[in-house]
């Protein structure tokens, strides 16, 4: 029978797990690639060291995305990791509206910094830049004028 009495010294080195050294994933360019979606957008993002530039669709950020809330939006993982103007960014993004491919682009980024920098994840996971938002429209319904509005009522 093993022992059962054992010091409190050997339960907390038994029960901490080994921590785990997480390589970063970088191509032969250098860069780091992941895919990100809001809504019906879907982005991919290549992140790589530079001097801030963000290209959406071989345009620039400013010329793509005009509302200033859009591009303070895709900047926020930057700005909590305190990595602005330091990563190039080359993405692609279709689907959906703006406001949904400003989302997209925000996950694809964070998630590609998280590749870059395996170091930058408690940053980005406690902001909840790595949660992928699960609110999608809903589908409309047969009788119904919407997903949800019916037809008026008439009584006679």
């Known amino acids: 029978m093993a022992e059962e009495k054992q010091s409190l010294a050997d339960l907390k080195t038994a029960m901490t797990p080994a921590v785990v050294k997480v390589e970063p994933k970088r ?32 345009r620039e950020v400013e ?4 509302r200033p809330v859009l591009r303070m939006l895709i900047t926020q993982p930057f700005m909590a990791t305190n990595r602005l103007n ?29 590749y870059y920098e395996p170091s930058l994840r408690p940053a980005l996971k406690a902001g909840g830049f790595l949660t992928r938002d699960p609110r999608v429209v809903e589908r409309k319904k047969y009788g119904r004028k919407k997903a949800r509005r019916s037809f008026q009522f008439s009584k006679r």
């Open 27 to 58: 191509d032969k360019q250098g860069r780091s690639y992941a895919t990100g979606k809001r809504k019906n957008a879907v982005a991919r993002v290549w992140v790589k060291p530079g001097k801030g530039k963000i290209t959406v669709n071989e």
């Open 63 to 66: 010329a793509y995305f005009m």
């Open 86 to 114: 330091e990563f190039d960014v080359v993405c692609t993004v279709a689907g959906g509206g703006l406001s949904g491919q400003a989302g997209a682009v925000r996950h694809g980024i964070s998630k590609a910094l998280t």
